[in-house]
């Protein structure tokens, strides 16, 4: 597999109000009373994290017309999908998805510890960094969002198709939007973390999945698997704590202590597999994480401007064994990923730049490589 190269400098902009503890300030945008806004190119790609309210996170919702490929599916997989609730640790404190807008603000006694760090973790609008981009008033703008006909929470557009934020009214959200001769009520997307929010834990519990992790990779030549994990002496590293403890680590410092790190590694793939195998990873999810752990630091944002990402590239040539149905019996068939995951069908980038939506979208592909192989390999 091939994959791109990766800035480590962080992005330093200035800034004095704070949202949730987790935005950083940008007045690049304006929003005023009734007015409406339209996300950047970057947060339209990744489409404000839409499938958030559907009814299932796996199967169809993260096919074809949503990420660019064939879908989980596929009539050749054997094992039936692993359910949200048996493959997520997502805690019960972590409270549930969505909800209406209108009031919003930092939760009662949020303070520095990471477990404190929930705010409002929804869709924003961001620039090509990831970084909120905010009002005049130094508000970030929320991505509107209603429910369709069949219950599904999707994102709400305007006659020419685009994005609409959610205006502030006396400083807080409003609760409704006018379209034309129509009023929506609209609603904030909360981004899901799922078993990433293991990151809210007390540093000491990633400190000890570091070493554990780094007691292996120190312990001889390291590889990739199919699904670009790290292996080690042939056993692959699909812990997902110690996976978040190596993201951290990696994204801060660039490198791993006491590791050679192979050709094709991309971090994307840490975060890959540190998350839900049935979840998406969005914009919103890499920058409220990165906060969450400290690799942003106050008005310190990571630089992914030099991040680019092709998929075609990166998986045209990888493969994995897994059962595929031929003649009505499972065979081990070895498999082109590009093809059976992505259906051939590479993904375009909006921003023409490299940028957060790169890393995020290197990452969910990471992500749906990491299912596939993980729903129909041979055991």
Do not use: C
């Not at 790609?45 to 989980?72: F, T, W």
């Not at 359910?83 to 969505?98: L, N």
């Not at 960094?129 to 006909?149: F, K």
């Not at 990166?314 to 081990?332: F, I, N, R, S």
Request: proline share 4%.
């Amino acid at each position: 597999m091939t994959h791109p190269s990766f800035n480590f400098n962080k992005l330093i902009l200035a800034g004095g109000t704070m949202f949730a503890m987790l935005a950083v300030p940008m007045a690049v945008n304006t929003v005023t009373g009734l007015d409406l806004g339209v996300v950047s190119s970057a947060q339209a790609a990744e489409n404000g994290g839409a499938n958030k309210g559907a009814a299932s996170k796996g199967g169809a919702n993260k096919g074809a017309a949503n990420k660019g490929g064939q879908g989980k599916g596929s009539d050749k997989i054997f094992r039936a999908p692993v359910s949200v609730s048996e493959d997520s640790d997502r805690p019960v404190w972590a409270g549930v998805k969505g909800g209406k807008s209108g009031g919003g603000g930092k939760p009662a006694g949020a303070g520095s510890k990471k477990g404190d760090l929930y705010g409002d973790m929804v869709v924003l609008l961001r620039d090509a960094n990831g970084v909120p981009i905010l009002t005049t008033d130094g508000l970030v703008q929320v991505i509107a969002y209603v429910y369709d006909a069949t219950g599904a929470l999707v994102p709400l557009k305007d006659a020419s198709g685009n994005l609409v934020v959610i205006p502030y009214v006396a400083g807080e959200l409003a609760s409704t939007v006018t379209i034309g001769t129509t009023t929506y009520d609209v609603y904030s997307a909360e981004v899901d973390l799922g078993r990433l929010s293991v990151s809210r834990s007390p540093s000491k519990v990633l400190d000890h999945a570091l070493a554990e992790a780094l007691s292996k990779l120190t312990s001889g030549t390291v590889t990739l698997d199919s699904s670009g994990r790290l292996v080690v002496n042939g056993v692959t590293i699909d812990s997902p704590l110690e996976n978040l403890a190596l993201y951290d680590a990696y994204m801060t410092t660039g490198t791993l202590p006491g590791v050679t790190l192979p050709a094709g590694f991309n971090p994307a793939s840490l975060l890959a597999a540190s998350a839900d195998k049935y979840g998406d990873i969005t914009v919103d999810t890499v920058v409220y994480i990165n906060s969450i752990l400290g690799i942003n630091t106050g008005t310190t944002y990571y630089d992914f401007s030099t991040v680019s990402y092709d998929r075609y590239t990166t998986w045209k040539d990888a493969t994995a064994t897994v059962l595929v149905l031929k003649d009505g019996v499972y065979v081990p068939t070895v498999v082109n990923l590009y093809e059976a995951v992505f259906n051939s069908t590479n993904w375009v980038d909006p921003t023409a730049v490299g940028g957060a939506d790169d890393f995020s979208t290197a990452a969910d592909d990471y992500l749906q490589v990491i299912e596939f192989v993980h729903d129909n390999e041979v055991r």
